[in-house]
C-alpha cells in the first residue's frame, strides 16, 4: 500500500487540533482549587483571544468577524454553543458565583450560584425562534427573524456574569455576537465567564469572540460601544443613568431599566402566604433584584397582622428609632438641583440583614433574611431603590391610598408592581393604574421570571423601550419572503 505523506501529515495535525480544543474544554470546565487561582489565569491571558480585549475597537471588530462566521453555519450550530455556554455557567456555577461574590462584595453567595445555574438551564434559546407564515390567493409570505449583527451590552454589578450568560444566549440564539461593557466593580468574574465561554466554543466550532469583553471598562468605552458603527443595537442593564445615555445615544437601544417595585397587601391577602413571600423575594441575593419587593403598602385594618406575620415568618422587626439609625447609616443624599435624591451607601448596600440591623444598633441571629419596620410613605427606603434587606411597611387608610402610593414609589418606571389580594377586582385596579411590565399576584418578585410562575426567564427586563422580559427575538429583525401566486396550494387551479 502506498503511503500518502501530505496525508498523513494532515491526519496528523487534525488529531493534534482535536486533542488540544478537548484539552481546553476540559480545563474551562475543570474547577481549580479556588475561585482567586482562577483570576491570575483571567489575568495572564493575551488580549485579543477568548473573547478579552483591551479597547472598545478591536473588541467590536473581532466581534463582527465571528458575527461573519456564525452567520455561515447552520442554526443547530447556535445550539450548540449556547449548550456550551449553558453547561459551563451550570458546571461551573460554585466556583464563578464565589469569584463575583469576593470580586463585587454584595448580595448572597447562595443565590449568586444559584442565578448562574438558573440561567444556564432556563434562559430561551433557539427553540424560542418562530416563523410566521400568510398563505393566501397571493401566494406565499414567510416572515423570518434574522440578527442585527454586533450587539453592544452593558451589565450591572448587582449580576455581572449573571447577565452576561443570559444576554449571550438570548442574543447568540438570535445569530448575533455581543461586546459587553461591564460594570467596572464586577469586570474580572466577567472577564473570567466569557474566556471560558468563548474557549470552549473555539474549541468545538472554530469561532472565537462572539462574546467579547472589554477588559478595563469605563464611562468612554460605554460611549464608543453605543457610537460604534459596526455596532448595529445596543441593549442596557442597570439605573437611571445609563438607561438616560442609551435612550440618548441615537442609536437603537434595548434599555432594561431600573425599579422600585412597590407590594400592597390588601384585607382580603392569605397574610401569612403574603409575608414567606415578601421575604423570599426582598432577601435574594439581599434585595439586588431589579424586580425585588423594596416597600410595602397595607390596608389599615390588617397592619397589625401583617406586621405579626412577618415576624411569625422570620423577619425582624425594627423600632423607629432603630430605623432612624439604619437611615443615618444606610442613605445619603445624591445628585444636585433638580435630581437631588437619597441613594444607597457603598458600605450596606447588598449587605446581609445582621450587618444593616447592627447598623441600626441591634445585635440578630445571622440566619435572619430581612430586618422591616414601620415608616411614613416619604421615607427615604419607601422613595429610594435601596437594594438591601431592609423592607418599609406603610400603613394605609383603604386600598385606594394603598395604590396611590405605590405608584408614586415606583416613579413610573413601569417596573414591577406586586399585590397580595383575594380580590379579583382590587388586582385588576392595580394592574391597570400601576401600568408595569410585571406585575405579579399572590407570589414572590421571581415568579413572573419563570422561578415559581409560568412563563420565561431573563435578568434584562426593558421597561423603558418595551420588549419587556427580553428573549432571542427581542434581539432579530423581522424579515419577510414574497412568493408571488406560487405555493398557495389551497385555491382553484385554473389560471396554472
Ligand atoms: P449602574 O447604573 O450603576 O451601572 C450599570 C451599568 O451601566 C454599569 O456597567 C455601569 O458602568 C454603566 N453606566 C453607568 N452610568 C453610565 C453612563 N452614564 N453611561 C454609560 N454607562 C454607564 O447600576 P448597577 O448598580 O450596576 O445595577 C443596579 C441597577 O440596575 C438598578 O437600578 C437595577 O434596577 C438595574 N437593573 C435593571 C434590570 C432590568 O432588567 N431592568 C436588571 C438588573 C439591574
Redesign the pocket.
Known amino acids: 500500500m502506498q503511503i500518502n505523506e501530505n496525508l498523513i501529515r494532515s491526519v496528523v495535525e487534525q488529531v493534534l487540533s482535536e486533542v488540544r480544543g478537548k484539552q481546553a474544554v476540559a480545563s474551562s470546565s475543570a474547577a481549580p482549587s479556588s475561585a482567586a487561582s482562577n483570576s491570575a489565569t483571567t489575568s495572564s491571558l493575551a488580549m485579543g483571544r477568548f473573547g478579552l480585549f483591551s479597547n472598545a475597537d478591536d473588541a467590536v471588530r473581532s466581534a463582527r468577524t465571528a458575527f461573519e462566521q456564525l452567520r455561515e453555519r447552520p442554526i443547530a450550530d447556535r445550539k450548540k454553543i449556547i449548550d456550551h455556554i449553558r453547561r459551563i455557567s451550570i458546571e461551573n456555577c460554585v466556583e464563578l458565583g464565589t469569584m463575583e461574590m469576593e470580586e463585587t462584595k454584595i448580595g448572597r453567595l447562595e443565590h449568586k450560584i444559584a442565578k448562574l445555574k438558573t440561567l444556564g438551564e432556563r434562559t430561551p434559546g433557539v427553540e424560542f425562534l418562530k416563523t410566521e407564515c400568510f398563505s393566501g390567493d397571493y401566494g406565499l409570505a414567510v416572515i423570518e427573524h434574522a440578527p442585527f449583527g454586533v450587539i453592544g451590552a452593558?451589565?450591572?454589578?448587582?449580576?455581572s456574569l449573571p447577565?452576561i450568560t443570559g444576554n449571550a444566549v438570548s442574543m447568540i440564539a438570535g445569530g448575533n455576537a455581543v461586546v459587553v461593557?461591564?460594570?467596572?466593580s464586577g469586570r474580572k468574574v466577567a472577564a473570567e465567564g466569557v474566556r471560558r465561554f468563548n474557549q470552549a466554543i473555539h474549541a468545538d466550532l472554530g469561532i472565537d469572540n462572539l462574546i467579547s469583553l472589554i477588559c478595563e471598562?469605563t464611562?468612554e468605552t460605554?460611549?464608543q460601544l453605543?457610537k460604534h458603527r459596526s455596532v448595529a443595537l445596543i441593549c442596557?442593564?442597570?439605573?437611571?443613568?445609563?438607561a438616560?445615555?442609551?435612550l440618548n445615544s441615537g442609536k437603537r437601544a434595548v434599555v432594561?431599566?431600573?425599579?422600585n417595585p412597590p407590594v400592597v397587601v390588601d384585607e382580603t391577602a392569605d397574610l401569612d402566604h403574603a409575608a414567606r413571600c415578601i421575604i423570599q423575594g426582598a432577601a435574594y441575593d439581599n434585595n439586588?433584584?431589579?424586580?425585588a419587593e423594596k416597600e410595602v403598602f397595607v390596608v389599615g385594618s390588617v397592619f397589625d397582622a401583617m406586621m405579626s406575620a412577618m415576624e411569625r415568618a422570620g423577619a425582624v422587626r425594627l423600632i423607629a428609632s432603630e430605623i432612624d439609625r439604619l437611615t443615618q447609616a444606610a442613605l445619603q443624599v445624591v445628585g444636585e438641583g433638580a435630581d437631588k435624591h437619597y441613594g444607597a451607601k457603598k458600605e450596606l448596600l447588598g449587605q446581609d440583614a445582621v450587618k444593616l440591623a447592627a447598623a441600626a444598633g441591634r445585635t440578630i441571629d445571622p440566619k435572619v433574611e430581612l430586618v422591616f419596620g414601620e415608616t411614613t410613605s416619604d421615607h427615604p427606603f419607601v422613595q429610594t431603590?435601596q437594594?438591601m434587606p431592609f423592607v418599609p411597611f406603610v400603613r394605609c387608610r383603604d386600598f385606594d391610598e394603598a395604590v396611590r402610593l405605590a405608584q408614586q414609589a415606583e416613579h413610573g418606571y413601569r417596573?414591577t408592581s406586586i399585590i397580595h389580594s383575594r380580590n379579583v377586582r382590587n388586582m385588576t385596579k392595580m394592574g391597570r393604574l400601576m401600568d408595569t411590565t410585571l406585575f405579579v399576584k399572590n407570589g414572590p418578585c421571581m415568579a413572573s421570571l419563570g422561578l415559581g410562575g409560568e412563563g420565561y426567564l431573563s435578568?434584562?427586563?426593558?421597561?423603558p423601550t418595551g420588549e419587556g422580559v427580553t428573549t432571542p427575538l427581542t434581539f432579530t429583525r423581522e424579515r419577510r419572503c414574497s412568493l408571488i401566486e406560487d405555493l398557495h396550494v389551497l385555491g382553484g387551479i385554473s389560471h396554472l
Open positions: 452593558i451589565t450591572p454589578v448587582t449580576h447577565t461593557n461591564p460594570h467596572p471598562p464611562l460605554a460611549q453605543f442596557v442593564t442597570g439605573g437611571p443613568a445609563v438616560r445615555a442609551a432594561a431599566g431600573p425599579g439586588l433584584l431589579c424586580i431603590e437594594m417596573h435578568f434584562s427586563i426593558a421597561g
